[in-house]
């Protein structure tokens, strides 16, 4: 014992504190208060007063002292049996003679603690049954004897301290211990729930959460009302461990937990929610509904195989340079599929055997001063796919320019999805062997797009070349060389392969192929790989030149056969140690790449802006705006970036003219951007990535508009608003000039219904021309007030007749929308 202090003592000796202090003055120790230490002679003198203090009576006194004594000895021995029934009886006398405490310093101190201790000890001892137990620090105030609780309940064997009585397997049922609760302690769960207790399991605040009372309580209320039934109860109610995946249906939650799903629907209408049966809750939401039912919920990451890819990953192993990847961007017939092909035609070794380079969407090249590997598709929409499905392949990108054309609009695309994802760019100004070669021009029109030479300042590498002649082609892979050496690009060699599909497609003869860029670690012929959501061995293993080879190191492309399936490009690739582990992770991601994109629609929507900001998810506003003219581009981009403010800034990463094309899509779901629209429209291809991928896209014809909706969204203010709902569309395929109605479009009904006297619209290469109303409507000759899909018919429009063959006509609807905020 550390050091007694007067308190300490008391409770000891079991006194009051007050009483001690007032022996202590009597026994001329003065000017003590109950926190102050007490040392051993302080101890004596007060032992030493208290003897003489009783003076007379000191043979008795000593008498009791023995008792006291032999009973401390009693309770030591009390492992067998007939001491303890001894013992008892002193007990019970002490608590009569209520003068115990003078007698009490007798002993020693050290023995004093000696007393306390076995008391403990026995407490715990549950096969002492005549002994009742005396709780180590029964005290509690005046009394100044420990014993007098205990004197009580000596007859009937009680079990004393009513409160903290679990059994020891009754904790797992304590609420508080959530998230210590082990996996083993599910099975006694049901056990140890008091039978047919409460069958809600307590939760922290939630809602709903009443009954939030310790297991006894509930099993005495219970038990009363069930009569002699109550003990048979535990195997009805079974305490479910739930693990809940990021995203699940309100079905599948009802199956995790056995019940109806209409159980988990009301559970959530008492929360104010109305859902349906195949609705998706997340995780939070679904674990109130779980801990409502009186089951547990976990994250469903315990079922997770990939928790285990990932511990495999992070092997040690040294990182080593490795050589960079490249993707070739630029305008159209600027040079990139020559340029690609120049340096593989070139640089490629076309080694002994056959040696013809194939086309597996990568090759790699070796330069006196290193090695570098290029994706063989060309152009920013595949380097975006790439991106959007979550793949960082791409080191550096090689923008090609042609010298006498300058920077066109892809050119600006380019370079804004290069700057988007963060990749260096090296400028390859191509046709340098062309008489009207202009590399200046090239130079000052790039500059404007923040793409500034080294000599003028900046930080870009500007080579001429010409793919034709192969003119600096050596300088532009030496230049990229160069970028390489500043990023600085590492990779492990020595662990397990892990890399990305490229390309993959299916080989009449060999089945699955795919090419895999290996990006760290080693694949091997042999290797068990998972790509995506297909597994397998690798059989074979080619390279570029159609060689068999044993292994492939960080940076290099491969094509691989062996796998179950053919994956998707821009999926990953990882060693793992056995089929049945790959196949099950396989199985696995089948579930959760559903999850992934459901999470995805959640993010990034205009309406949610506002509460992923408070929530502090959004820092940054990230639009991308396709407009029908360069001066709205550059008036929305200006507007609307000046919403920024100090929390939330607000970015266009892609301002440009012209409909909404996949690459857009791609593009916002990469950058989790939200797309303005203004007087454009999305083409099918990108309509369909806008579903499928949950993009939040919106259409104006007025920037006030847009910029207030922007900025509504930021403050959480979003009005109910109209929207506008395409009921119909047509496609003009003839225009007649008729005497009477004048222009007269000729038009096949493509989708919904054409009604006349609605509002509608002319789309031109997915650019609004008009914006009005269908004045007339004819089914041959005859006037009609609606036709539907599939038909054809002639319109009018009102005040308007501008049309052409392969123009888009567009009938909405506006409906007012309440929004989600
Ligand atoms: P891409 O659309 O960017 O892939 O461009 P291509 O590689 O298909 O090239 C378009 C056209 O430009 C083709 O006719 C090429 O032969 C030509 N071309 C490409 N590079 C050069 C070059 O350096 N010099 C000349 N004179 N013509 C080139």
Redesign the pocket.
Same mark, same amino acid.
């Given at each position: 014992m550390p050091e007694t202090t007067v308190k300490s003592f008391a409770e000891q000796i079991g006194v009051a504190p007050d009483k001690l202090l007032q022996q202590l003055v009597a026994a001329g120790i003065a000017g003590k208060k109950s926190s102050d230490p007490l040392s051993d002679d302080e101890k004596m003198a007060l032992l030493n007063f208290l003897r003489t203090h009783h003076g007379a009576g000191e043979p008795e006194a000593k008498r009791i002292t023995l008792t006291q004594k032999s009973t401390s000895k009693i309770m030591q021995n009390s492992r067998f049996g007939q001491s303890r029934a001894v013992q008892v009886e002193v007990r019970k006398k002490r608590t009569f003679v209520k003068r115990p405490v003078p007698d009490e310093p007798e002993a020693p101190p050290a023995e004093a603690e000696a007393i306390v201790e076995p008391v403990a000890e026995r407490v715990a001892e549950p096969e002492a049954p005549p002994t009742t137990v005396t709780p180590p620090e029964p005290v509690e105030a005046e009394e100044p004897v420990a014993e007098v609780p205990v004197s009580e309940p000596v007859p009937p064997p009680v079990v004393e301290p009513p409160v903290a009585q679990e059994p020891p397997q009754n904790r797992t049922v304590r609420k508080d211990t959530r998230p210590e609760r082990g996996r083993n302690e599910r099975r006694e769960r049901p056990a140890a729930r008091p039978p047919g207790a409460g069958d809600r399991k307590p939760h922290k605040g939630r809602p709903g959460g009443a009954p939030q009372r310790g297991a006894s309580a509930g099993k005495r209320v219970v038990t009363s009302m069930s009569g002699q039934h109550a003990f048979e109860m535990p195997t009805e109610r079974v305490v479910r461990d739930v693990y809940l995946p990021e995203a699940i249906t309100v079905a599948e939650l009802a199956q995790q937990m056995s019940i109806k799903a209409v159980e988990v629907i009301k559970v959530l209408m008492q929360l104010g929610m109305m859902v349906t049966i195949n609705q998706v809750l997340d995780r939070e939401t679904a674990t109130i509904v779980v801990e409502e039912l009186g089951h547990v919920a976990h994250e469903a990451r315990s079922h997770d195989p990939e928790a285990a890819l990932k511990v495999g990953d992070q092997e040690e192993g040294a990182r080593e340079p490795r050589p960079p990847v490249v993707t070739v961007m +630029?305008? &159209?017939?600027? +040079? /990139? *599929?020559?340029?690609l092909d120049y340096i593989r035609k070139t640089k490629v070794a076309s080694g002994e055997a056959g040696g013809i380079t194939q086309h597996i969407g990568a090759y790699h090249v070796e330069m006196p001063k290193g090695m570098l590997t290029f994706l063989d598709t060309?152009g920013h929409e595949a380097f975006t796919a790439m991106r959007a499905r979550g793949a960082k392949v791409t080191d550096i990108v090689i923008l &090609?320019v042609a010298a006498d054309d300058g920077v066109m609009p892809q050119t600006v695309e380019a370079i804004h999805h290069a700057r988007e994802a963060g990749v260096p760019i090296v400028v390859a100004v191509?046709?340098?062997? /062309?008489p009207q070669a202009d590399m200046e021009r090239v130079k000052q029109e790039l500059v404007t797009h923040e793409v500034v030479p080294e000599e003028w300042g900046g930080s870009d590498i500007f080579v001429p &070349?010409?793919? /034709? *002649?192969g003119q600096g082609i050596e300088n532009l892979l030496d230049a990229v060389l160069l970028q390489a050496e500043l990023l600085e690009l590492t990779a492990v060699r020595n662990t397990m392969a892990s890399g990305i599909v490229i390309e993959a497609r299916l080989d009449k003869g060999r089945g699955p192929v795919a090419t895999i860029l290996v990006q760290e670690g080693t694949l091997r012929k042999g290797d068990v790989i998972l790509a995506g959501r297909e597994s397998g061995r690798v059989r074979a293993m080619t390279d570029e030149i159609g060689r068999s080879i044993k292994e492939a190191g960080p940076s290099i492309p491969v094509e691989v056969q062996g796998l179950s399936g053919v994956p998707n490009a821009g999926d990953e690739v990882s060693g793992v140690e056995n089929e049945r582990k790959a196949r099950e992770i396989a199985l696995f991601r089948q579930g959760k790449y559903k999850d992934v994109k459901l999470q995805r629609q959640q993010a990034s929507k205009l309406s949610n802006m506002f509460q992923q900001m408070q929530e502090g998810d959004v820092k940054t506003l990230t639009l991308i705006v396709k407009a029908d003219v360069q001066g709205s581009v550059e008036a929305l981009t200006e507007a609307l970036e000046k919403l920024s403010t100090e929390e939330v800034k607000v970015r266009v990463v892609h301002g440009m003219v012209g409909g909404i094309s996949e690459s857009d899509v791609n593009l916002a779901v990469a950058s989790n951007a939200i797309i303005i629209g203004f007087n454009v429209r999305a083409d099918g291809g990108a309509r369909r990535l806008i579903d499928s991928e949950g993009v939040d896209i919106h259409y104006y014809n007025v920037i006030y508009d847009a910029v207030n909706e922007v900025k509504a969204a930021m403050a959480g203010m979003l009005k109910p608003q109209f929207r506008e709902d395409v009921v119909g569309s047509a496609e003009i395929r003839e225009v007649f000039r008729t005497s009477k109605a004048g222009v007269v479009a000729g038009c096949q009904v493509s989708e919904g219904v054409i009604r006349r006297g609605r509002q509608a619209r002319v789309l031109r290469d997915n650019v609004v021309i008009y914006n009005g109303e269908i004045e007339s409507l004819r089914r041959f000759r005859d006037d009609v007030s609606e036709v539907k899909a599939g038909m054809e018919c002639g319109l009018t429009f009102k005040n308007y007749s501008d049309i052409r063959a392969g123009d888009q006509v567009e009938v909405y609807e506006r409906v007012e929308v309440a929004r989600t905020l």
């Open positions: +630029g305008h &159209v017939d600027h +040079g /990139k *599929t020559s340029l060309p &090609v191509n046709k340098i062997d /062309k &070349v010409s793919a /034709k *002649t």
